[in-house]
């Protein structure tokens, strides 16, 4: 089925009550997915920790963490909504406009809300080091990479153009935002390359844009203050927002908006126990003027 067309009846039956169609189990283009990003300071809890094996190795608490370089045999970590069987737990993807491979290794609140409620598609894709976090920094860049309603590629062959430098290099602060064209997708099912050429997992090929990029300096320690959000927010008419901030956490996160700030400049956390990032049960059960968001997490009032 195209899948446009398949876009389209998925938000229908989301609204009729009725289930939406699987994608196929092979090689298949997925148009219109919401394409996000995470790392170390914006994960929940802040960390390379993901909640699927897949057999990418564990943290010092035995917990698979998350990493990649974005090739074939070496795919960069997704999240997705947990109950979406679409894409399954350790399931290729390949993003042609960005040239990488991602895998599914996590969960994401925000992602399982656009799945229940609209049964529309959201990945979340992994930046940066699994050994330390970017803080600020990394967030920054995170909200300034090229995602957004993307094409992608479920249960990807091998073979693809791959692009291995990192989306955010955590030792210089470099954040990068070079893109590819996207041509006629339906040829990298069966190995075709589009907008750069085809070949092995390692074969590089040019950018259609290279802008100038985001440096933003590593941070000298990590921050530990700063409350992740997400961004992809659905609006009341059943329809995706396309005017907020595009940014989400994996590993069960939070999902409210907030911008970042600097720890030095935010108020000293009174009531402890109850600081951003800290558990919560009701709306004012968090220190100042922060509240309970809707995943029972102390985040900013917007």
Known sequence: ?????????AFAFACIGQAVPSLATSCDPVNNVSVTFYGWPDNSPPGPANAFDCGRGKDS???????GTGTYDDPISFATATDNNNFPQCGLVYVPSLHKYFRNEDDCAECKTDWDGLKHYHIDLWTGSNTQGGG?????????????QLTIINDPPGGLPVD?????????????NTTYPVGD????CSG?????GSGSSSTQ????????????????TLSTTTTPSATTTL???????TTTTRRDQGHGSSSSSRTPTSSATKAPCVWKGHCLGAPCKTYNDCDGTNICGKHNVCVPLS
């Not at 089925?1 to 009846?9: S, W």
């Not at 600020?136 to 957004?148: A, H, K, S, V």
């Not at 090929?205 to 000298?220: D, E, G, H, K, Y």
Request: with cysteine; hydrophobic share 25%.
């Open 1 to 9: 089925m195209n899948k446009n067309a398949f876009t389209t009846l």
């Open 61 to 67: 608490n035995g917990e698979p963490i998350a990493g």
């Open 136 to 148: 600020d920094g990394q967030i920054t860049c995170e909200d300034n990479l090229p995602g957004g």
């Open 164 to 176: 291995t430098s990192p989306l955010y290099d955590v030792s210089s602060g470099a954040c990068s």
């Open 185 to 188: 997708t339906s040829s990298l």
């Open 192 to 196: 075709g390359g589009s907008g750069g």
């Open 205 to 220: 090929s040019s950018p259609a844009s290279s802008l100038t990029s985001l440096v933003v300096p590593p941070p000298t």
């Open 235 to 241: 609006s009341t008419s059943a329809t995706l927002s």
